[in-house]
Each structure stands twice: as C-alpha cells, then as structure tokens.
C-alpha cells in the first residue's frame, strides 16, 4: 500500500469511488466553461494595435543597424521576402487575430518584416561560417542512413545478380525453325543443355561474334533470322566485353566453325528419315560434346591461370557492393541485435564464396581482401554497446495496487508481437512509420494557460468526441509532444484520433514557443523546465474537479521521447503533482547518459539539432542576439549533434554551470544512485509507466539502470515496460503499417488507464467484485 508522506494517509484510498452520484454526461461547453482559459493570448496586446506595434518592433531599419553587415535596406522590401516565407504572415494571424477578417496586406506586411529581419540576422551570423562545416554532420549522417535503412534491398538485388547464372548462352539461330523437331532446334537444344558456353571465358554470353555466327550458317541456303540483341547488357558493356576478349575469341572461331561443318556434312550424307530420327540427334550430341572437350583441352588447360584481362563489369560492382554493404551491416548495432553477428558473417563469406565461381579466385579474393580486412578488424575492435536488459515488465509486487493493475491490464495490449516484417531493425521502425503511415484529420480547440509569473502563457490544443459529450466514465488524456514538435505531429493526432472516437478528451500542450505559441521576453524553451506541464495539469485537474468532482474523470498524461522525459521529471518532481497516471514512450529517465550513446550522436542527433536550431533563430534571433554573443553563436553552428547544441545554446542561454547541470535538472533518474541512494525517481507518488523499445536508435537503454532497482524504488509506484523490436515512438505493426498507424502505443496506453481506472472504482479488485 502506498502512502503519502505528509499526511500519512493510503494513497489507494484517494482512489475508492465517492458515494456521491456522478453526473451521467458532460458537455464540452460545460468542460471549456470550468477550465476557464482564454481563446487568445492573455499577455499580448489587443488585436487593434498589436500589429502596428510589431511593424514597430520589427522594422527594417531599426534591427539591421546593429549588424554591421547589412543584406538588404529597409527600402527594398519586395514580394520575394514573402515567397521565401511563406508560412510567417499565416503564424501571425493565427497567434495574434484568430480571426479570418484581418485585412491580408497587414498579416504580409507583419510577416514581411518578420521574415526579412529573420533572414538578415541568420545570414549575418552565417556570413563568416564555413557553410560546409555547418553541414558536414548532417551530410555524414545522411550518407550513413541510406547505406543502413537500403542495405536489406541492395543486397538481395546484388547476390541475385551474383548468384543467378545468365540464361543466354550463345544464340546459334540456324533457320527461323527452331522447334525440337528440326535438326537445328537440336542442336541448339543440345547446346543449351550442355550449358558449356555459359563456361568459357573466351566466350562470355554477351558477345554476339558474328564471324562465328555466319561460319555456322553457311551451309543453310534458306533464308537465315537476324539474331536478337541480348537484352541483359548494354552496348556499351557488350563493347568493352568484346574488345578485351577480342584476341581469345579469334583463336578458338575457327576450330568451332569445323566441328559445326562436320556435323552438317554429316547429317546431310546420312539423311535420317522419321524412324532413324532419335538415335542421330543422339550422335550429334555426342559428336558435339566430345568436339567440345577437344578445344576446351587444347585452348583453355585452367580456368585460373589462363584469365583473360579483367574487365569492370556490372557483376563485379555488385561484387565490391554487396562486400562493402555485408561489411557494414555485420558491424551495426541495429542489425547485429536483430541478428546473430555470426549470420552477418556468414554472410559476408557467402557472398566472397559465390563470387569465387564467378570470377575466379584471384580476382574474387583480391577484391576482398582489403574490404574484409577493414570490416574484421572494426569488429574485433569496437563495442557494440547492446543492451543487457532483459525485455518484459518489471513493477514492484509488493505494491498491492500496482499489482491489481497489471493483473488488470491485457496482455496483449502489452505485448508487440505483429511487428512489420520487412522492417528489420530499429531505425526502419523509427523512420519509416512517418514516411508510410496516414495521419487522420482532427480538430482542435485552442486555449492559452497563462504563466503570470513568467508573464509568458503556453498553447493547450483539446480536442472532444464529435458529440461534443463527455461520459462521467471516461479519460481526459494530457498529450506531450517530442522535440520540436506541436499538435501537428503524426503520431499525436493519430493518438488523439482514436481516444477521442473512444469519447475521451484529448488535450495537447504545445512547448513554448513551438508550433503556433510564441514568445514575448527572453526566456526561451528549455527541457529541464516543469512549470509549464504543472500549469496545464492544473488547469485540467481544476476542470475535472468542476463538471466531475466525485472521481469520475481521469487524468492521464502521456508523453513522447523529449516530452516523455519531461513528464517523468515533472511527476518525480513533484509528488502532489495533479496528474492521476502517467505513461512515457521513448523517453530517458538518467539524462546524463544519454550523451554516452555514440550511435544516435552520429546518427540520428545531426538532423535533431539541425531543426532545432533552425527553428530557434528562425523565430527568436532577436532574444538570441540580446543573450549570446557571436562566437557563441558560432559554436552553436558548428553543433554537431544534440549533445553539442544543448551544450553551445541551452547551457549559456538559460545560465546553467555546465552540460551536466543541464541534463542533471532535466532527467527523473539523473540523481539516481545504483547501490543507495535513489533520488528524485523515489517521489513518485502515482503510477508511471515507462515504455521503452531495446532497439531505440535513439534513445539509450542504459538510461534505465537495473529495472528492477527502479522500479521497487519509493512506494514502487514505478512500472518499465521493454519491448524487443519497436524503434523510437515507432512500433508499426502488420505488413501494410500504414493501415494502423501508431495505434500500438494508443491501445497500450489506453489498456493501462482503463485498468487503473477500473481498480480505482473497484478498490477490492475485479475478482473480488464479481465474487460478491
């Protein structure tokens, strides 16, 4: 039983259903009456007069006299500025009119003004940046990605060129009559099932060698079928083939033009009738196969001491791919948890072995060597760093409630087993779910939550069921969204999508100044910051407690990636907090061990930092100038993964001492102490849970300790959930995921709340009930 440490009381009897009656339904009317926010910013000026004091604040002339270098006078505004920014006078009427009457010429002359200062303050800072270094991670990584994400298709697109022997041997066409029952159609037929020519390095497949081709012939006096041009080569590959056998071709025309000559004499003494038919096309197999071995003896005694020059043929560049592309995924950690290490290795020999019978042995091992020595030595060298936690649920038994909610709560909403087949490893679950999946259509209703203290007020998006009513048993969910992100974000509308056709109510708070929410002082968004979780979570507790003061609606928070890390501090921070669950998807709980994971620093984080600083000072390059100077600003150029950016912009902007100061504010577990003491992740005073994949490719497992240590930690209100496959905020599911969406992270957070909910009413458990 968990109790509070202030008033001594059970926390599990806060939840126990009131006598009082609950009210049926809800209006959303009635909800948006008790919330009691405003529709428009409640901190900026009224609607008449904001848009002159911008042009104000932001004219031409007053902002590019501080840069001494200057890109465009104040008189030289022209409709291309506009063009350029496209979505600035739209973000200016959304965030200051909310009213489509504003006449359009002022919204473009805001957004004007806006976007040419924007631009002129970016390009001054960048002037004497080395724009290829600023790019350079980003290109890097870029390059990583496509060999990581395409690998699986290259080399089942190589091997397959490798391994599949041609099927066009040479193409004898003696008459347009090459059925098996004419005496060419035998021959050719014979020829074709030896399979001899596909063998001879002096006569490779592609070459057409019309000399040969009329010697063959000359003997028919019927009219002869142009032969067809070989449809698996270029002429250009078909010209460099024949160039360079040109000389070992000649010499062995001849003896092939006799045996054909034979036969055909032969044949035309003979002349077999109907009967005799079988047993001449037996001796003209015979006769042409011992001729054969006649002239491989005598012109070719050993494949492989008598190769002809090598050529640069497709084979041997899908060779050199599939060796370079086996190399790096037997050295990837992604695959190597999704595989065996040994299986990639093998694969890597396959691939060398085959070539060996295609090439030959001294150009298939040349090629290899240097690649297959490069890629042995990285593996014996570097640490793939994989996970060592086992997947599965850990939660404290001991902890009756938490142990009556697991009891309650499905299996299979627990469980990612239909994962996406032909998504093999965690960085296709990532990144292809937004590239494949729909996102729904959603509406929703805007409210600002003010921050008097701060004189700053942040964005509350609630969307409510079409009916516009709210059951009394239902779930007001409070969504936070990951970096750089808002309402907007695929899987958050998808995720609001489905509760709210379950008739729950769906409130999304947009980070400061993201999305549409601005800005009016200094203090910029940072993510060590829980002020403004706790105002929303307390605007929406006070709205519960008016239309539904007997318990009926639950507060649910739910959080992904950066903004699961902030409602796991927020709720480690505060133990009276005013949510009732929380769930975390893809989200550190220790912070500062989040920049020791090499893999998505190099990978991932580039692009990261990338749209995070281009939203920064594409928005607020005023505040940034006012607060860093420019070598500072040059630093947070040269960033080269978030790690970098968080250290050069949110460290000396918001006055922390250090990185670590940082990340130690940001992380729940970032005072966690393994061995005795176990910091703020002790204060969880309502159930968390944290949902996490073991092939995130970009948030690190080890930020997670010993689960078992944490999750008995406190009162044991702590429950970690880690899947085997998933990605980040990924978890696609079915071979068509687009089908689905991210309907996995909504049906397991959903299960959860409604288990909790249904213990909190029935406080004796299900079984107990229906015993009664």
Known sequence: VVFDSENNTNISAKNTTSTKAMPHKITADDFLEALDLPSEHPYVQPRDNIFEDEKQEWSISSY???????????????????????????????QYSHDDSIEDDVCRGVGRSI????????????????????IKPCMVAMFHMNIILWAPLVLIVCIKKLYVPRRTPLHYHLDQDCSPKSSSGQKRFAIQKAGYFNAI???????????????TMAHDKRERQTPQPYQNNTSFERLLLSLSLFLSAISSMASFSAIFSIEEKKEEAEKPNTNEKSESN??????LFEGYRRVRSSSISDDSTSQGPFVFTSEWVAYVVALIFTAVVMNDAMYVLAFPQTNLVALHLFVIYISLKRFGSRVALVTALPISVIAFYVMAHQDLDLPTIESGLYYDETNPFISEVIREWPVDKRTYENGTPWMLTGDTRTGLPFMVNKVPQQKFIRRWVPLPEENEAILLDIAFPDSMIINADKRVYLLLHGINGDSNEGYVVDFAHRQVSQGNVVAVMVSRGLGDSTIIGDNLLHFARVSEVKAAARALKKAINVVSPDEG???????FSMGAITLSNYVASDPDCDLDVAIAFSGALDTKQQMHFRRSASLWQPFIAKAMRDTLFSRYSTQIRNKLDLEQVKEVMKAKNLVDFDRSFFVPYNNFEGLDEYYYRMGAMSDFELNSYEGRIGNVSIPLLCIQSLDDPIGYWKTFHDPTRVSTSGNGNTVLLFTETGGHVGWPLGWNPSLNGWRWMSDAASSFAESIDRVRRNPLGTDAVNDA
């Not at 924007?118 to 724009?131: C, G, I, P, R």
């Not at 609606?553 to 959080?559: D, I, K, P, S």
Request: negative net charge.
């Open 553 to 559: 609606l639950l507060l649910v928070g739910v959080g």
């Open 282 to 287: 037996e001796d003209t197999k015979d006769s």
């Open 64 to 94: 590019v006299s501080s840069w001494k270098d200057s890109l465009t006078p104040s008189n030289s505004i022209g409709p291309n500025i506009e063009c350029n920014f496209p979505s600035l006078s739209w973000t200016m009427r959304r």
């Open 201 to 215: 390095p002096s006569f490779p497949s592609c070459m057409s060698m019309p000399s040969l081709r009329h010697s």
């Open 115 to 134: 976007a040419t200062a924007t631009h002129q303050s970016v390009a001054s800072y960048s002037n004497e940046l080395d724009f290829f270094q600023e």
